[in-house]
């Protein structure tokens, strides 16, 4: 396993259980197919507002360039905290 793939794993195991949605969904807007949207994506348990769609679509956006995201900006943009 790569050092990458570990520090994913690492960073999974950190999330409490209550969390672990929004980070799955993290994970899947990443390695989605590239033709698909995220504005009609089928929902699986709650709605997703127009503006988090949006922003949704902004990141998916970026992730197509190929910009990265620092983990700390994702913590905080996601209110997640180590330990919680």
Known sequence: ?????????AL???????????????LEV?????GASLATAPVEEEEI???T???LNRAETSL???EEFAHEDI???FDFK???
């Open 53 to 55: 769609a949006a922003a």
């Open 1 to 9: 396993m790569t050092p990458e793939r570990q520090q994913a794993h």
């Open 12 to 26: 999974l195991d950190l999330l409490p259980d209550h969390k672990l949605q929004r980070g799955r969904g993290l």
């Open 82 to 84: 180590r330990g919680d």
């Open 75 to 77: 913590l905080h943009d």
């Open 49 to 51: 507002m127009p503006e």
């Open 64 to 66: 197509a360039r190929g």
């Open 30 to 34: 990443t390695v989605k197919p590239s």
